[in-house]
C-alpha cells in the first residue's frame, strides 16, 4: 500500500491546478458535473482517446452504472467528470487518509491508468485498488478485474480471447479461472452485455456447456441491441456471437427463421466492425 501511495502523491504533485468549483445552481439529479476540456486534457492529455478495448470498456461500464438509478453505486462520484471536477489531489489524499470509499479507490484507479503523468508501477497498483473496489460490489471492477485476468493470464492473446480449458488446468490456473467466471458473472447478472459475451464464448468453447453458452450469447445480443449505450460499441462482439448462433443454433434447436436473423445481423454489423463475414 505505501508503494501504491506513492505513486499516487506523483500524480497529486504533477496536477498543481486548482480543480473546478462546484456549481451552486447544478440542477439535482444531474448525473455528473460538468467540465472544461481544457482541464480534462491537463490532467488525462489524449489518454482517453485510448485504442484499448478494455479500458474502453471500463469507462463504458462506469458511465452505464452512474446513469443507472437502480444501480447500489448510484449516489457514488464515480468517473473521469468527478476526477477533474474535485482535483486528482482531492482524490489521492482522500485514500492516504485511509479512505477505502469506492468512489476513492475506483477514482484514483483511473488516475493511475489514465494520467499523463508518468506514474511506476501503474497497471498493477491500478489493479490493486480495482480489485478492492470490486471486493465492495462494484461491478464494473468485477468487469476490469476479470478482464485483466482474462487476457493476463488465461488466454494467448487479445485476439483469441476464449479460455482453454487444457491450458488452464496444466497451469495451475483453476481457481483464478473460477474467480475470473465469477467476477465476470456478477457484471453479467447486472446485464453488461460485454460481460453477458464473455461468458458466453467461454461456456460455448467446450461440448459439456455449450448449450449454456449459446443461451448466455442469445441474451447478450438480445441487451446489446436493446440498450442504444451500447451503439457502435460492441459490433465485433456482436458479429461473433450472431455468427456462432447461426452455425450451432440447432444444438439449443433454433429454427431457420431465427438461424436467418442471426445471419442478417452478421451481415449487417459485420460492416461497422470493419470486416466482412464469409
Known sequence: MKRLVGSLCLVGAMMTAAPVSASTDAPSGKPFPEVTFDRVSEIFGHNLDTSEERLQTLLLAIGMDHTTPTSPHFQEEVGIPFIVHYGPNHWVNRLTSGDMGVDVLVNNALLLLFAEADIPNREQAAFDL?????????????????????????????????????????????????????????????????????????????????????????????VNLKDTRYEDKLDGALVAAAQELAERGGVINLDSDTVDQYKKLMYEYSRSAGHLVN
Open 130 to 222: 480495482m480489485k478492492l473496489a470490486s471486493d465492495k460490489g462494484y461491478w464494473p471492477a468485477d468487469y476490469f478485474v476479470a478482464e485483466t485476468n482474462l487476457l493476463n493470464h488465461l488466454v494467448r492473446g487479445p485476439e483469441v480471447a476464449i479460455p482453454m480449458a487444457p491450458t488452464i488446468e496444466a497451469s495451475g490456473l483453476k481457481q483464478l479461472a473460477q474467480d475470473t467466471m465469477d467476477a465476470f458473472s456478477r457484471c453479467a447478472e447486472i446485464g453488461f452485455a460485454p460481460c453477458r459475451y464473455r461468458i458466453g464464448f467461454w461456456l460455448s468453447n467446450s461440448q459439456k456447456t455449450l448449450q449454456d453458452g449459446l443461451k448466455v450469447l442469445q441474451a447478450a445480443i438480445d
